[in-house]
């Protein structure tokens, strides 16, 4: 809400005014990036070979996060 003179009522408002300007004037420069998801789902021929991906992703994520060097031979 701006008064006559073109100044603002408070500097909140002036604030943000400024980032509203800064952030539109970077989309038109820089243009915006789609983001897809991380984690699409995934569709396969049976329970069976489902849970067997997920199985492999669990033990996966396990080697990948252990620290002990023997511990990845386990896994």
Known sequence: MRNLEGTFESTEECYQ???KC???AAKEALR?????SKTKPFYYWNEETGQFVKEKREKYLKYISSKDPQARIES
């Open 17 to 19: 005014h400024f980032v």
């Open 22 to 24: 800064i952030h539109y």
């Open 32 to 36: 915006e990036k789609i983001l897809r």
